[in-house]
């Protein structure tokens, strides 16, 4: 697997000669599916701390994990591969292919909720108290789980020079940064927006020690630190909490919030068919307004009651 250099030059931070992997017995394994594995087992091993805290029974969370992972990366992936179809229509037997990457955690969400719904359905118990519960583990799987695209040098933000700025090798960035400028225009033809970003970020490399290296916003660390923030947060409210399903309506919109704001400083967006907007941006905030609304609700019947 290639190595290369990530740096955090204002910060003083520099990471070298750090690869994407590591070989196992000549099977390469990419610290990506490492990463994403580690988040899904501390994730579980948090919602079983959270319902023993709560007074539930731990193991039904192991036993709805099971089903809830296995379908949400399902769902991530199609979520992606229905967003991006060009890049598989030809070839369908790369949906497969999620080594090569390609998961959008709103599809896993979705899954994982509408997994959530059924399983509280067959083993009659509350989904709003579920869901709460689960939350915890979700958000420790996306918190560890961004710094995959970190070790994969993907998911960044647009140029930036500024005291977070990170510094990636021009040649070992993976996705479109790779392609020729005539190959980025007539993908982004109707996206002027995205192509103009991506054109800025390769106008303004630098070069250190003989090196090319892009700038840019490293977005999925400000993801990360974002639902850390958010995972605190609940942590202490949750004893405080009014109704089942109040701390994953907060996280819906809390997350929706960050993820908005985040959203639009990525140069790697999924699309809207046909439409030069951003479905994560669009989705997150129709989640920012509808919880909101559904939290106001809630509250102001508790109050009256």
Known sequence: ??????????????????GTGIEIFGIDIAFYGIVIALGMVLGVLLAQWQAKRTGQNPETYLDFALYAIII???GARLY???????????????????RSGGLAIYGGV????????????????NFGLLADTSIFGLLVGQIIGRWGNFFNRE???????????????LKHVGGD??????????????????????????????????VEYISVHPTFLYESVWNLCLLIFLIFYSKHKKFDGELVTIYLMGYGLGRFWIEGLRT???FLWGSPLAVSQILSGALVIVAGLFLLIRRLRLRRA
């Open 1 to 18: 697997m290639q190595k290369s250099d990530i740096l955090f030059q204002k910060l003083g931070i520099e990471f070298h000669n750090l």
């Open 72 to 74: 949400s990366v399902i």
């Open 80 to 98: 992606y591969v229905a967003f991006s179809w060009s890049d598989y229509k030809d070839n369908l037997w790369s949906i497969l292919d999620i």
């Open 110 to 125: 979705i899954a994982g909720a509408l997994t959530g719904i059924l399983y509280c359905k067959i083993k009659k118990i």
């Open 155 to 169: 998911a960044f933000g647009k140029y930036y020079d500024g005291l977070l700025s990170m510094q990636l090798n």
């Open 177 to 210: 940064y790779t392609r020729s400028l005539q190959s980025l225009a007539d993908r982004y033809a109707d996206k002027p927006e995205a192509l103009d970003r991506i054109i800025e970020i390769r106008e303004n490399t630098k070069w250190i020690a003989g």
């Open 268 to 270: 790697d967006q999924l």
